[in-house]
């Protein structure tokens, strides 16, 4: 708690800077990579484990209960400008940053190489061999954790593996595992049945964990940048999300300016007639640049909109009037 209040007073100083009208997104990263990050991860090789090992629960299911990680999400959530109850996953995978478990848990295997090959009358090495024989004590939960990333020969050869490699081989392992789960998670339904998955929209068209294109424009108009994160993280006032938490039923969330449809992403940049004189013109400058864009069916082109790597086509056009958001 002691490290999230000082990571907070670093990380206060960094969100100053963030209400200016501009936003250099890849400056901000790097600022909290250097001033805040490092105290969150500060002596995470002992208490991050004692904090996530659960024998009955996928290491993912425990990444957002550190403190430290409610941390480094509102920074995210900050940044992009996204309320807070924006989907963490989704937050995390936009800025392409994975969550403070795995480079805690990298410092873990690291601390126990140290202690692995610290002699036994040593400090270290005795606290570390007591530790193998009591149930939450450091040794014992690095075993389960070994298991659990299915690095058991590890514990069973001590001593016979590159610490660069072995490394290297566990956050590639954690990386891959955490973006399996978070696909996962972007499919899976069975936890909203009535209200449907909050990121059902940004599974069509997000495929790869990785800091987006439209983020890296530098000096950005924030309110612009801010408006684009919204409806792709569906972090927003259209009445599919507003009517999540007045418990109104999706079918009924409809538009409230044309009353035609459901009132989500697709609908508000694509079909809703209220808004046409605004998309015609958006519109009719995609088909001159890209030609093919008016021969696409609506999923086409929204998925087309969101994807675009072009920062002046996919937000500064797709800006709606103001208010909205």
Known sequence: MYLCKKASKALFCIRKALASENLNVDLF???????????LLYCSEVWCLEKIINQAIPLEQKYDSL????VQLKFCKNLLGVHKSAVNNGVRAELGIFPLAVFCLKSSVNFWL?????????LVGKAYKDSCNIKKGFGNNFKIFLQKINFS??????????????????????KDSYV????????????????????RTYRNFK?????????LSSDNPRQEITIFAKIRLSSHKLHVEEGRYRKTPLSERLCQLCKLGIEDEEHFVLNCPKLDHIRNTFFGELSTIYPMFSSMNDSEKFKFIMLSKDYDLNVRKCLLPAGWH
């Open 29 to 39: 990263l790097k600022l909290y990579e250097q001033c805040v990050k490092p105290i």
């Open 114 to 122: 140290h202690a692995t090959q610290t002699e036994n009358d040593k």
């Open 180 to 199: 399996s789960f978070w696909k996962s998670a972007l499919f899976d339904d069975s936890k909203n049945p009535n209200n449907g998955n909050k990121l």
């Open 153 to 174: 020969h590890v514990w069973e050869n001590q001593g016979t593996f590159s610490k660069t490699r072995l490394l290297h081989a566990v956050v590639i392992r954690l």
């Open 207 to 215: 495929t790869e964990y990785r800091l987006e294109k439209y983020l």
């Open 67 to 70: 403190t430290s990680e409610k």
